[in-house]
């Protein structure tokens, strides 16, 4: 099943989307890959729903990938011993790690590396932004503030620290065990909160020893300070615009998108823009005008794939929810202007042997009016790196490996099919010519781009052009 855009979709999984049945409807609107969330949820119903993905991408016969999402350390209050309660603007209130139950003058905050990284002048946000504090001193085990925007806070509500950098592991004990868990089952890729540099993506990518590709989640103020190092080191890149939204100032957001996008489009790594995407379908048929714009953009700017997030793991329209997606993104790909935009914002080659073919690859594929660039790839880098291309035609990503076939799911444009292992460079050529007839892609006389590596398996040889005409 060879989709009709570029673009893919990303679909959160959970009570209003759970069995076989739905996951395969959900495939079947243009869902590319699944997401799991580990904030939500125990272990068996993740595993069921990776059972019933397995399942599903059987009966098809196509690649499908699964994203496992790291709940990440969040930091909340403790618990008030008389229920909510009212916090004035103007009055003082104070965080502790004392375990004492709350009222309206203090609460619990169990967090020493938060209050460690606290100064005088921080400001602190609670459930979701919707109350700010102002650190007036502060010391290791508690912060005395005052309320500069007042509200109703309930037990255990979450706390942003925007212009704090916190000395702690992006990983909770919780997620080494959920880490452990998704690996042994096989997911694809690993989505890491809070990622505030580098080190953090390093730290996870010795856990996952090679067995999926890891995403840096970008939602703390503090990693746009290290967007580039984290992109290098990252796999992968999600705009996750649900604390940054909060951590940031609304009319700074989406400059800051734009700016992951561009950022990982030079450096060749897949992007995916989450978080209220269409969120207004949670509960009607079709989406706001602003969501439906909201889509559009992020694919304009060149987003490999969009999520959704609540549309469909507790939405009520959640198939309606991914075939709106997929028509938004499908008018996009319609768009004259569209390729030109695109055109426009394509990056330099880098210095290299391996770019060199990619970049005359998508050239050579417009001069001789190919049908399609076959790229022969192990572990997924060359179809990945032709995907930075933005070619006109479709890019097959062709390996024997059904590990690598799912993660580049993710990527743009690339339509991954798994083939026999690799022995010749004729045989290559044969097989290659072999699926995009079988696909329908070309017919006898049509010119096919094909790149490859030899020797074959090894990332970053990408050092074969072929040219060749469709029997």
Known sequence: MMRRRNAKIIATLGPSANDRESIAALFKAGADLFRLNFSHGTHEDHRARIAAIRQVEREVGRPIGVLMDLQGPKLRIGKFFDGPVHLKRGSRFRLDLSDELGGAERVGFPHPDALAALKAGTGILLDDGQMRLRCLKCGPDYAETEVMVGGVLSNHKGVNLPGSMLATSPLTEKDHRD??????????????????????????????????????????????????????????????????????????????????????????????????????????????????????????????????????????????????MDRIIYGVRQDPHFREMIDAARPEP??????????????????????????????????????????????????????????????????????????????????????????????????????????????????????????
Not at 442 to 451: E, N, Q, R
Not at 456 to 471: Q, S, V, Y
């Open 350 to 471: 880098e210095a290299a042997e391996s770019d060199a073919i990619i970049a005359a690859a998508r050239q050579a594929a417009d001069t001789v009016s190919a049908r399609v660039i076959a790229t022969f790839t192990a572990s997924g880098w060359t179809s990945i790196r032709a995907a930075r291309e933005r070619p006109h035609v479709p890019i097959l990503g062709l390996t024997p490996h059904l590990e690598t076939a799912r993660k580049l799911t993710l990527a743009w444009g690339v339509h991954p099919i798994l083939i026999k292992e690799l022995e010749s460079f004729s045989g290559m050529v044969e097989q290659g010519l072999a699926v995009v007839r079988d696909l329908g892609l070309a017919k006898s006389g049509d010119k096919v781009v094909l790149t490859a590596g030899v020797p074959f398996g090894t990332e970053g040889t990408t050092n074969i052009l072929r040219i060749a005409t469709l029997p």
């Open 179 to 324: 880490l452990a868990f998704g690996l042994k089952l096989g997911v694809d890729w690993v989505a890491l909160s809070f990622v505030q540099e580098e080190a953090d993506v390093d730290e996870v990518r010795a856990l996952i020893g090679g067995k999926a590709g890891v995403m840096a989640k970008i939602e703390r103020p503090s990693a746009i300070d290290h967007l580039e190092q984290i992109v290098e080191h990252a796999d992968a890149v999600m705009v996750a615009r649900g604390d940054l939204g909060v951590e940031l100032p609304p009319e700074e957001l989406p400059a800051i998108q734009k700016r992951i996008l561009r950022v990982c489009r030079r450096a060749g790594k897949p992007v995916v823009v989450a978080t209220q995407m269409l969120n207004s379908m949670i509960h009607a048929p079709t989406p706001t005008r602003a969501e439906a714009s909201d889509v559009a953009t992020a694919v304009y700017d060149g987003a490999d794939a969009v999520m959704l997030s609540q549309e469909t793991a507790a939405g009520e329209f959640p198939l309606e929810t991914v075939e709106m």
